[in-house]
Protein backbone atom coordinates (compact mmCIF):
# COMPACT_ATOMS: atom_id res chain seq x y z
CA UNK A 1 0.00 0.00 0.00
CA UNK A 2 1.10 3.46 -1.07
CA UNK A 3 0.09 6.91 -0.75
CA UNK A 4 0.29 8.80 -3.56
CA UNK A 5 1.66 12.31 -3.23
CA UNK A 6 -0.80 14.35 -4.84
CA UNK A 7 1.56 17.99 -6.55
CA UNK A 8 -1.03 18.88 -8.38
CA UNK A 9 -3.17 19.10 -5.46
CA UNK A 10 -0.50 20.79 -3.00
CA UNK A 11 0.61 22.83 -6.16
CA UNK A 12 -3.04 24.21 -5.66
CA UNK A 13 -2.66 24.63 -2.14
CA UNK A 14 0.66 26.87 -2.41
CA UNK A 15 -1.13 29.09 -4.99
CA UNK A 16 -3.98 29.61 -2.82
CA UNK A 17 -1.55 30.92 -0.35
CA UNK A 18 0.47 32.81 -2.64
CA UNK A 19 -2.98 34.50 -3.60
CA UNK A 20 -3.86 35.63 0.00
CA UNK A 21 -0.68 37.18 0.17
CA UNK A 22 -0.64 38.56 -3.75
CA UNK A 23 -3.94 40.16 -2.64
CA UNK A 24 -2.30 41.55 0.36
CA UNK A 25 0.20 43.46 -1.47
CA UNK A 26 -1.52 45.02 -3.87
CA UNK A 27 -4.34 45.91 -1.56
CA UNK A 28 -1.51 47.80 0.62
CA UNK A 29 0.80 48.97 -2.20
CA UNK A 30 -2.07 49.73 -4.86
CA UNK A 31 0.01 47.68 -7.09
CA UNK A 32 0.65 44.10 -8.53
CA UNK A 33 3.88 42.17 -7.86
CA UNK A 34 5.20 41.62 -11.38
CA UNK A 35 7.16 38.66 -12.90
CA UNK A 36 9.23 39.01 -15.58
CA UNK A 37 9.93 36.45 -18.02
CA UNK A 38 12.85 36.71 -20.22
CA UNK A 39 13.20 34.47 -23.32
CA UNK A 40 15.78 34.36 -26.33
CA UNK A 41 15.13 32.25 -29.21
CA UNK A 42 12.43 30.23 -29.87
CA UNK A 43 12.63 26.65 -28.14
CA UNK A 44 9.62 24.94 -28.63
CA UNK A 45 9.67 23.73 -24.93
CA UNK A 46 10.94 27.34 -23.58
CA UNK A 47 7.96 28.51 -25.38
CA UNK A 48 5.31 26.41 -23.31
CA UNK A 49 6.89 26.55 -20.10
CA UNK A 50 6.64 30.61 -20.34
CA UNK A 51 2.99 29.87 -21.75
CA UNK A 52 2.63 27.87 -18.09
CA UNK A 53 4.73 30.56 -15.84
CA UNK A 54 2.06 33.12 -17.33
CA UNK A 55 -0.94 31.47 -16.85
CA UNK A 56 0.15 30.26 -13.11
CA UNK A 57 0.63 34.69 -12.60
CA UNK A 58 -2.93 34.87 -13.85
CA UNK A 59 -4.38 32.37 -11.17
CA UNK A 60 -2.71 34.24 -8.29
CA UNK A 61 -2.94 37.98 -9.65
CA UNK A 62 0.86 38.18 -10.20
CA UNK A 63 1.41 40.70 -13.39
CA UNK A 64 2.88 39.05 -15.58
CA UNK A 65 5.91 40.69 -17.96
CA UNK A 66 7.13 38.75 -20.74
CA UNK A 67 10.52 39.62 -22.83
CA UNK A 68 10.92 37.95 -25.77
CA UNK A 69 14.25 38.46 -28.01
CA UNK A 70 15.29 36.72 -30.86
CA UNK A 71 17.96 34.19 -30.93
CA UNK A 72 20.55 36.55 -32.07
CA UNK A 73 20.46 38.83 -29.11
CA UNK A 74 23.97 39.19 -28.12
CA UNK A 75 25.03 37.88 -24.35
CA UNK A 76 25.89 42.01 -23.67
CA UNK A 77 22.51 42.87 -25.13
CA UNK A 78 20.87 40.76 -22.95
CA UNK A 79 22.91 41.73 -19.93
CA UNK A 80 21.92 45.11 -20.48
CA UNK A 81 18.02 44.03 -20.51
CA UNK A 82 18.62 42.34 -17.31
CA UNK A 83 20.13 45.60 -15.84
CA UNK A 84 17.35 47.86 -16.90
CA UNK A 85 14.67 45.20 -15.39
CA UNK A 86 17.51 45.02 -12.28
CA UNK A 87 16.73 49.13 -11.79
CA UNK A 88 12.64 48.76 -12.55
CA UNK A 89 10.97 49.18 -9.03
CA UNK A 90 7.72 48.20 -11.27
CA UNK A 91 9.72 44.76 -11.63
CA UNK A 92 9.88 42.20 -8.60
CA UNK A 93 11.04 39.00 -10.03
CA UNK A 94 13.03 38.00 -12.82
CA UNK A 95 13.38 34.91 -14.79
CA UNK A 96 15.44 34.24 -18.17
CA UNK A 97 14.42 30.83 -19.13
CA UNK A 98 16.96 28.02 -19.76
CA UNK A 99 18.20 26.92 -22.11
CA UNK A 100 19.71 30.36 -24.07
CA UNK A 101 21.15 30.62 -27.71
CA UNK A 102 24.23 29.58 -28.49
CA UNK A 103 27.11 31.77 -27.61
CA UNK A 104 25.73 33.61 -24.14
CA UNK A 105 27.19 32.21 -21.58
CA UNK A 106 24.38 30.91 -19.55
CA UNK A 107 26.75 31.50 -15.94
CA UNK A 108 27.41 35.20 -17.03
CA UNK A 109 23.36 36.02 -17.17
CA UNK A 110 22.15 34.61 -14.24
CA UNK A 111 24.84 36.06 -12.12
CA UNK A 112 23.45 39.55 -14.11
CA UNK A 113 20.07 39.20 -12.65
CA UNK A 114 19.90 41.30 -8.82
CA UNK A 115 20.27 38.84 -6.34
CA UNK A 116 16.63 40.11 -4.60
CA UNK A 117 14.61 40.00 -8.17
CA UNK A 118 16.16 35.98 -8.56
CA UNK A 119 13.24 34.21 -8.09
CA UNK A 120 14.75 31.18 -9.89
CA UNK A 121 17.57 31.12 -6.99
CA UNK A 122 20.36 30.66 -9.16
CA UNK A 123 22.20 33.53 -8.52
CA UNK A 124 25.39 32.26 -6.14
CA UNK A 125 24.29 34.95 -3.71
CA UNK A 126 21.08 32.99 -3.07
CA UNK A 127 22.85 30.12 -3.54
CA UNK A 128 25.59 30.66 -0.82
CA UNK A 129 22.90 31.62 1.51
CA UNK A 130 21.36 28.19 1.26
CA UNK A 131 24.59 26.23 2.15
CA UNK A 132 25.10 28.64 5.33
CA UNK A 133 21.21 28.66 6.49
CA UNK A 134 18.96 28.81 3.90
CA UNK A 135 18.28 31.87 1.68
CA UNK A 136 15.26 33.85 1.18
CA UNK A 137 14.49 32.79 -2.40
CA UNK A 138 15.71 29.02 -3.11
CA UNK A 139 15.54 27.16 -6.04
CA UNK A 140 12.12 26.09 -7.11
CA UNK A 141 12.14 22.26 -8.22
CA UNK A 142 14.31 21.68 -4.34
CA UNK A 143 11.95 23.88 -2.90
CA UNK A 144 8.93 22.58 -4.78
CA UNK A 145 10.23 19.03 -3.62
CA UNK A 146 10.49 19.61 0.23
CA UNK A 147 7.26 21.39 0.57
CA UNK A 148 5.69 17.86 -1.08
CA UNK A 149 7.50 16.16 1.63
CA UNK A 150 6.43 18.32 4.47
CA UNK A 151 2.55 18.63 3.33
CA UNK A 152 2.67 14.56 2.53
CA UNK A 153 3.50 14.28 6.48
CA UNK A 154 6.96 12.48 6.12
CA UNK A 155 9.00 12.53 8.95
CA UNK A 156 12.47 14.50 8.37
CA UNK A 157 14.37 14.39 11.66
CA UNK A 158 17.02 11.83 11.67
CA UNK A 159 15.33 10.12 8.20
CA UNK A 160 18.14 8.52 5.80
CA UNK A 161 17.49 10.60 2.71
CA UNK A 162 19.53 9.81 -0.51
CA UNK A 163 19.12 12.27 -3.19
CA UNK A 164 20.43 10.78 -6.69
CA UNK A 165 21.97 13.50 -8.91
CA UNK A 166 24.29 16.32 -7.90
CA UNK A 167 22.93 19.25 -10.35
CA UNK A 168 23.46 22.99 -8.90
CA UNK A 169 19.70 22.99 -9.68
CA UNK A 170 18.48 20.20 -8.27
CA UNK A 171 20.64 17.32 -6.66
CA UNK A 172 23.02 19.72 -4.39
CA UNK A 173 19.88 22.24 -3.29
CA UNK A 174 17.71 19.66 -2.30
CA UNK A 175 20.56 17.83 -0.40
CA UNK A 176 21.44 21.11 1.66
CA UNK A 177 17.57 21.64 2.70
CA UNK A 178 17.03 17.94 3.86
CA UNK A 179 20.21 18.71 5.72
CA UNK A 180 18.91 21.53 7.11
CA UNK A 181 15.63 19.45 8.10
CA UNK A 182 18.12 17.13 9.66
CA UNK A 183 17.86 14.32 7.81
CA UNK A 184 20.71 12.05 7.35
CA UNK A 185 21.95 12.68 3.22
CA UNK A 186 23.62 10.64 1.10
CA UNK A 187 23.82 12.04 -2.51
CA UNK A 188 24.68 9.74 -5.17
CA UNK A 189 25.59 10.64 -8.67
CA UNK A 190 26.89 8.80 -12.12
CA UNK A 191 29.96 7.38 -10.37
CA UNK A 192 28.48 6.45 -7.05
CA UNK A 193 29.38 2.41 -7.54
CA UNK A 194 26.61 0.75 -5.47
CA UNK A 195 23.27 2.76 -5.59
CA UNK A 196 21.16 -0.19 -4.76
CA UNK A 197 23.17 -1.09 -1.83
CA UNK A 198 22.65 2.79 -0.78
CA UNK A 199 18.84 3.21 -1.39
CA UNK A 200 18.20 -0.09 0.38
CA UNK A 201 18.67 1.88 3.73
CA UNK A 202 16.88 5.10 2.54
CA UNK A 203 14.04 6.32 4.25
CA UNK A 204 13.55 8.88 1.62
CA UNK A 205 14.50 8.96 -1.65
CA UNK A 206 14.79 12.09 -4.26
CA UNK A 207 15.81 11.37 -8.07
CA UNK A 208 16.82 13.72 -9.79
CA UNK A 209 19.36 11.90 -12.65
CA UNK A 210 17.31 11.87 -15.61
CA UNK A 211 17.40 8.55 -16.08
CA UNK A 212 13.92 6.84 -17.35
CA UNK A 213 12.17 4.19 -15.00
CA UNK A 214 15.95 3.77 -13.20
CA UNK A 215 14.88 3.17 -9.83
CA UNK A 216 12.63 0.12 -9.54
CA UNK A 217 10.42 -1.56 -6.20
CA UNK A 218 13.06 -3.68 -5.60
CA UNK A 219 15.68 -1.36 -5.23
CA UNK A 220 13.31 0.51 -2.38
CA UNK A 221 13.06 0.09 1.47
CA UNK A 222 9.29 -1.11 2.33
CA UNK A 223 7.83 2.16 3.22
CA UNK A 224 9.97 4.49 1.84
CA UNK A 225 8.82 8.29 0.57
CA UNK A 226 9.67 8.92 -3.28
CA UNK A 227 10.07 11.83 -4.90
CA UNK A 228 10.77 11.93 -8.25
CA UNK A 229 12.13 15.15 -10.31
CA UNK A 230 12.92 13.12 -13.58
CA UNK A 231 11.11 13.90 -16.36
CA UNK A 232 12.01 11.64 -19.23
CA UNK A 233 10.58 11.94 -22.38
CA UNK A 234 10.21 7.91 -24.73
CA UNK A 235 10.56 7.36 -27.92
CA UNK A 236 6.68 6.82 -28.01
CA UNK A 237 6.28 10.63 -26.86
CA UNK A 238 5.14 9.78 -23.64
CA UNK A 239 6.86 11.79 -20.52
CA UNK A 240 8.32 9.22 -17.84
CA UNK A 241 10.11 9.80 -14.55
CA UNK A 242 13.05 8.47 -12.82
CA UNK A 243 11.11 6.27 -11.11
CA UNK A 244 9.02 2.85 -12.48
CA UNK A 245 6.01 3.83 -10.68
CA UNK A 246 4.65 0.44 -11.00
CA UNK A 247 7.09 -1.77 -8.99
CA UNK A 248 7.62 1.34 -6.76
CA UNK A 249 4.40 1.98 -5.52
CA UNK A 250 4.37 -1.54 -4.66
CA UNK A 251 7.08 -0.82 -1.62
CA UNK A 252 6.66 3.00 -1.17
CA UNK A 253 4.79 4.13 1.66
CA UNK A 254 4.27 7.46 -0.21
CA UNK A 255 5.82 8.54 -4.09
CA UNK A 256 5.11 11.09 -6.64
CA UNK A 257 3.58 10.43 -10.01
CA UNK A 258 4.91 12.06 -12.85
CA UNK A 259 3.51 13.87 -14.59
CA UNK A 260 1.32 15.23 -11.51
CA UNK A 261 4.44 15.03 -8.60
CA UNK A 262 7.23 17.69 -8.82
CA UNK A 263 6.47 19.55 -12.17
CA UNK A 264 3.48 21.49 -10.86
CA UNK A 265 5.32 22.53 -7.79
CA UNK A 266 7.87 24.38 -9.53
CA UNK A 267 5.54 27.13 -11.06
CA UNK A 268 3.86 26.93 -7.69
CA UNK A 269 7.24 27.51 -5.74
CA UNK A 270 8.12 30.45 -8.37
CA UNK A 271 4.77 32.60 -7.31
CA UNK A 272 5.88 31.95 -3.66
CA UNK A 273 9.11 33.64 -4.64
CA UNK A 274 7.78 36.56 -6.73
CA UNK A 275 5.76 37.15 -3.92
CA UNK A 276 8.50 36.70 -1.20
CA UNK A 277 10.43 39.32 -3.46
CA UNK A 278 7.30 41.53 -4.14
CA UNK A 279 7.47 41.89 0.16
CA UNK A 280 11.29 42.03 0.53
CA UNK A 281 11.67 44.73 -1.94
CA UNK A 282 9.24 47.35 -0.03
CA UNK A 283 9.27 46.25 3.12
P1 LIG B 1 21.54 16.99 -14.85
O1 LIG B 1 21.72 16.23 -16.12
O2 LIG B 1 22.18 18.31 -14.68
O3 LIG B 1 22.04 16.07 -13.65
C1 LIG B 1 21.79 14.70 -13.60
C2 LIG B 1 22.51 14.13 -12.40
O4 LIG B 1 22.20 12.75 -12.32
C3 LIG B 1 24.03 14.25 -12.47
O5 LIG B 1 24.49 14.81 -11.26
C4 LIG B 1 24.52 12.82 -12.65
O6 LIG B 1 25.72 12.59 -11.94
C5 LIG B 1 23.39 12.00 -12.07
N1 LIG B 1 23.24 10.71 -12.75
C6 LIG B 1 23.14 10.47 -14.07
N2 LIG B 1 23.07 9.15 -14.30
C7 LIG B 1 23.11 8.54 -13.10
C8 LIG B 1 23.07 7.19 -12.70
N3 LIG B 1 22.96 6.20 -13.58
N4 LIG B 1 23.13 6.92 -11.36
C9 LIG B 1 23.24 7.92 -10.47
N5 LIG B 1 23.27 9.24 -10.80
C10 LIG B 1 23.22 9.53 -12.10
O7 LIG B 1 19.99 17.05 -14.63
P2 LIG B 1 19.07 18.04 -13.74
O8 LIG B 1 18.97 19.36 -14.43
O9 LIG B 1 19.47 17.98 -12.31
O10 LIG B 1 17.67 17.30 -13.92
C11 LIG B 1 17.48 15.96 -13.51
C12 LIG B 1 16.13 15.47 -13.98
O11 LIG B 1 15.13 16.25 -13.37
C13 LIG B 1 15.89 15.60 -15.49
O12 LIG B 1 15.09 14.52 -15.91
C14 LIG B 1 15.12 16.89 -15.61
O13 LIG B 1 14.30 16.92 -16.76
C15 LIG B 1 14.31 16.86 -14.35
N6 LIG B 1 13.90 18.18 -13.86
C16 LIG B 1 12.60 18.33 -13.51
C17 LIG B 1 12.15 19.53 -13.01
C18 LIG B 1 10.70 19.66 -12.61
O14 LIG B 1 10.19 20.74 -12.54
N7 LIG B 1 10.02 18.56 -12.31
C19 LIG B 1 13.02 20.60 -12.88
C20 LIG B 1 14.36 20.42 -13.21
C21 LIG B 1 14.79 19.20 -13.70
Known amino acids: MHALIDGKEIARLVRADVKVRVKEFSEKYGKKPALCVILAGDNPASKVYVASKEKACGWVGIRSVAKKFPASITEEELINEIRALNEDPGINGILVQLPLPKGINEE ?39 ELLKRAGVPLAGANAVVIGRSNIVGKPIALMLLRENCTVTVCHSKTRNLKEILKNADIVVSAMGRPKAVTGDMLKEGAAVIDVGINRLEDGSIVGDVDFESACRVAGAITPVPGGVGPMTIAMLMKNTIIAAEMQNA
Not at 116 to 136: W, Y
Open 108 to 146: NILCAVAPEKDVDGFHPMNAGELMRAGATLEPCTPAGCM
